[in-house]
């Protein structure tokens, strides 16, 4: 007998009508079968053995490989994991306890136990975005309630053209076009504060569109980011040049400088590429033939001529991106069953927040015990944090504390260092660079190489933050403790001394950005500090700067025990 009291062939015609309804190859079909049988012999598997299954059909598609219309070898086999969870009437959340499950039963390797970690962090980051988008949506834009066009609900194409698009079709498409450009950069698919960024970058480009195709019905009357003149019948607007990115940021708690690079590196690019590839249409109507600037078709895409086959055509590139990828549909959210989908949403909520709100710490570190290490320097901790709102919480703090701080030597360092009978700080500096030179080595690669590259920005804030605790550390040594210069210059010429703080520097500001692709310990292989030489100077620095924010200095406590 089978889980639920099922007999094998019961079970085996099951699975077999599962496959047909996902036209999945005879090949897959039989490993996961296969794969199913010897772990079913092996072990006592609870509940309905189809849900199983469909881990098993996940996991063989994943390993298969096909061979493209060029002739090239690719992974997987097409068939998405939102269609199997759907025909074996498994919900995301459960997918996932049973795929840690499976992947112990069959012992997967350890990239693919990898590449099922990276998609649960993927899912939960977007189902708090998604609830994000879903307030700033709301707060922009006229209500959800309206109905679809006519012409919407018949799918006829002539008559598309000539019909408006309506706020739920803005909403679907807004939501398709973001997660569409997210999916290209997978070192922003699982980081909350990117991802954050990112959306708010689209917000802007709707809002914008709207707004200079004077779409009244689709705006929110009441939206304090409207033109004052917005309701007169003479509005006018330039519209490649209205931006509402800085108002967005103070709105709803992200750092504008980030939201500016995002947008012109991250957003726009493969925006202007789909243009210019034609999978999406920016002309005006009336005016097919004219040539238009890249910030006129942001405008235009959502304008009737061209609405709805953009519609069609962003669905058809998400999908093939999404199948390449072997990635969960993250228009799942927009489906009138997603709760079920989904699974449990009101333990989702809290769930997800729980874990995002303790991002980067091992689970055998969840329970802690606070070491008196810096424990004087912890302040009150605040009950009103969103996972939003904490993600981004350290990284204002953290732009906040070098504000104005360039990745260079402050004058006082460079006069301290004037001081000593050989001036350290060429060496310093010299040694810096090499540093710096190690860290975007030994980064992940990047899909947009820009001057403003997230590696690079990571590495600007990593530099100026060394430079200030050197400064605060020479002046202890200086002003408070009143070593003599000798000491003092022993001290700045210990190569391991700096390697340490420059390292502990990087590990700062990573965690601030919730690196999941570099966690403690990386940063001791990357720059080849010790655990000991590491661990002596988070003391150093948390006397040194008392304005460290409080989860960094928890942070630090935890790796130190």
Known sequence: MSGGGELPGVVRARYEDVCAELNMDEETAEKAWSSYKNINNDYVLEGDHIEWLGCALYVAGQ?????????????GNNVSLTHILRSTKLSLIEFFKKMKKWQEMTK?????QKKIDTLERKFEVASIIFSKYHRV????????????????????????GNKPCSTAELFKFGWTLYIHIKGQYPQINDDLVNSHHLLLCCMDMLFCAAVAGKRRDLLNPDCPLLP???????????????????????????????CRVIRDFYWRGPMKRM?????????????????????SAFVNMISYANFHSNQRALDREYEINMLANGDFDERMFLHPNASEEIGTPSRLNTTLSARLMMTQTPPHHVQYRTP??????????SNSMTPVSDATHSVTQLHLLLENKPPSPAEDLCRMCGSCTANPLPDIERRVASLGEAFLRCSPQET??????????RLHLATSLYY????????DEAEVKKVNVTTLQIMLEHELFHKALFALSTEIVLFSYNSHSRVFPWVLGVFEVSAYHFYKVIEVAIKVETNLPRSIIKHLNRVSM
């Open 63 to 75: 390993l298969s490989t096909m061979e493209t219309v060029e002739g090239v070898q690719a992974t």
């Open 108 to 112: 997967l390797l350890h990239d693919f």
């Open 137 to 160: 949506f709301h707060d922009l834009f006229s209500p959800l309630d309206e109905k679809p066009t006519a012409a919407s609900r018949r799918g006829g194409r002539k008559k598309h």
């Open 228 to 258: 004052q003149d917005f309701a007169s019948p003479n509005f006018v607007t330039s519209d490649d040049k209205m931006c509402v990115l800085t108002e967005l940021s103070e709105q709803y708690g992200a750092i504008e400088k980030e």
């Open 275 to 295: 243009f210019e590839k034609k999978e999406l249409s920016g002309l005006q109507a009336g005016n097919l033939k004219h040539s238009v600037t890249i910030d």
């Open 372 to 381: 008196l290490l810096g424990r004087e320097y912890l302040t009150t901790a």
């Open 448 to 457: 947009e190489t820009t001057p403003d590259s997230f590696t690079k920005l």
């Open 468 to 475: 200030k605790l050197l400064l605060g550390v020479v002046r």
